[in-house]
Every structure is written in C-alpha cells, then in structure tokens.
C-alpha cells in the first residue's frame, strides 16, 4: 500500500512564525503536491515538485515555499503565517498508473494561525 | 481552462436509498475522471477513475461512467450504508502531459440509519 505520511496532524502557531509542514512518501512516486482545503472552496493547489529540487507554482502559491532535497520528502514553508493561512493542508504524491497519474494523500495537518 | 463542477451538497439519505451524485466537466481534450472520497479526519482516498469515453470505473459498489457527449461522470451506488457518509471529490487531470488534478469543490454525503 502507498503511504503518505504528514509530519503532523494537528498544528497552532502564532502570527508571524515560521511554519514547517513535512511530508514523506515511500513509494518512490516523482510528483508530490501540496493543497489547502477550505470549506466551499474545495482542494488548491499551493506548489508540486515533478522531481528532486524541482518545484512549480500551483494557483496559490503566495506565502508559501517548498523544499524537495530528497525524493521522499516535500516540505512546505510558511515563511510568516498569518491568520488566513489557517486551513488543511493535504500532501499528495502521485504515479503514473497505466495511461494517467493517480494522487495519492496523507491524513492531513490542520493547522491554526492565532 | 479546465474546470470540474459538482453539485452542491449537503446530500442527506436514508440507509439503502439510491445515490447520485453529479460532476461535470471542461476540458479540452480527451482527460482522465477521477472519484475520490474522503471520511472524517482523514486525507483523500481514490475511489474509482475512468480514461476514456464511455469506461465504467467502479469500487465498492459505487460506479461512474465516463460520458463525452455529455461531459458528466455521475457517481452511482445502488444501496447507500452509514459508512457511505463522507465528502466526494470529482477530479480531473488533463490529457496534455501534466500531473495537475483539478477538483471539484466536494458534496458531502450523510447517510442515516
């Protein structure tokens, strides 16, 4: 089975903080994704990574950076959290499973800004 | 741009009751459909997908075609159970090369007893 795993689940901290989000894969898949969920607005894409150290921006990656140093690991930064930045984030990784991609995600990490 | 809508929920059914819920797409192209699911608390889990025009995915009983002519890939179970309540996301991905879903905003479905 795929496993996607999320550093954490439940995550508060405090405006102005810099936020590290973890998230590790063990199935070797090249393309791993971050999302935010909020509710009505269904799953955004903030950044994905097609590789090692390969990283593009998603439709909202304003505040956000990510890191990818080792294939297994896709880090999301929040450089100075700010309230709005309260939210799920959903990490995801996916393979090319015959003729499309399929996603798979980690539990989540719902994290609050205060 | 490629766009994926689905019908508002919240959905409310008795245990047993028939289930559709409705997704349309735009694309250009001919894209993959997805289903996804997610129960309470946790990530998304892929229920069932479909890669060209009139395939049927289907997976624990629930089932989707996969219609062109239309844009639509419903989702159907004949028999709901309480364990059904969750949130279902209809996706796509196009066909020109990208790893990019693009979801729909999610129904949730509660199922009573």
């Known amino acids: 089975d795929v496993k996607v795993t999320q550093s954490s689940r439940y995550l508060v901290k405090r405006t102005g903080e810099k936020v590290f989000l973890e998230c590790v894969q063990d199935m070797d898949h090249e393309n791993m994704f971050w999302y935010r969920q909020d509710p009505g607005l269904g799953l955004r894409l903030i950044y994905f990574s097609y590789d090692v150290k390969m990283k593009e921006k998603g439709d909202i990656p304003e505040g956000y950076s990510v890191s990818r140093e080792k294939k297994e690991r896709f880090s999301l930064i929040l450089e100075s959290a700010s309230t709005n930045q309260t939210s799920m984030y959903l990490c995801?990784?996916?393979?090319?499973?015959?003729?499309?991609?399929?996603?798979?995600f980690g539990p989540g990490t719902r994290l609050t800004v205060t | 741009g490629n766009s994926v809508t689905q019908m508002e929920g919240p959905v409310t059914l008795s245990e047993e009751a028939f289930l559709t819920i409705n997704c349309t797409y735009t694309a250009t192209g001919y894209p993959s459909l997805f289903w996804y699911v997610q129960y309470p608390g946790e990530g998304l889990q892929l229920l069932l997908k479909a890669t060209k025009a009139d395939d049927k995915g289907s997976n624990k009983g629930f089932e989707a075609t996969y219609r062109k002519e239309t844009t639509s890939f419903h989702l159907e179970k004949g028999s709901v159970q309480v364990s059904d309540s969750a949130v279902y996301f209809c996706a796509l991905i196009d066909s020109s090369g990208t790893y990019k879903y693009i979801f729909g905003t999610g129904t949730r479905l509660k199922v009573l007893a």
């Open positions: 995801a990784s996916s393979f090319l499973a015959g003729t499309s991609y399929e996603q798979y």
